[in-house]
Nanobody, 117 residues
Framework: QVQLVESGGGLVQAGGSLRLSCAASGRWYAMGWFRQVPGNEREFVASIRLNSGRTDYADSVKGRFTISRNNAKNTVDLQMNTLKPEDTAVYYC?????????????WGQGTQVTVSS
């Protein structure tokens, strides 16, 4: 079983930066960040794989966001730079705990990110 706790959300002006952190307990093979605006579907933001370290990003955040793993703290962080008002959403981290499968079977509770113009 994997438990996930996000932190680091908040209010920032456009052009600013925030760093989200997802503390994970348990064994996972891939971790992802997603975001959701009320009334919209949850959308993929970024992901990282445990064994290969491969990272993937949504086109909308490439070059601005960086996903990384902090081994010492057992967290997966999302560094968000050059934030835009359209980045405003609730951000969720998710984990895949089943090797050889795709998708995510554990989710955090979410953290609000608000970018003011």
């Amino acid at each position: 079983q994997v438990q996930l706790v996000e932190s680091g959300g908040g209010l920032v002006q456009a052009g600013g930066s925030l760093r989200l952190s997802c503390a994970a307990s348990g064994r996972w093979y891939a971790m992802g960040w997603f975001r959701q605006v009320p009334g919209n579907e949850r959308e993929f933001v970024a992901s990282i794989r445990l064994n290969s370290g491969r990272t993937d990003y949504a086109d909308s955040v490439k070059g601005r966001f960086t996903i990384s793993r902090n081994n010492a703290k057992n967290t997966v962080d999302l560094q968000m730079n050059t934030l835009k008002p359209e980045d405003t959403a609730v951000y969720y981290c998710a984990a895949n705990s089943e090797v050889g499968t795709t998708g995510y079977n554990y989710w955090g509770q979410g953290t609000q990110v608000t970018v003011s113009s």
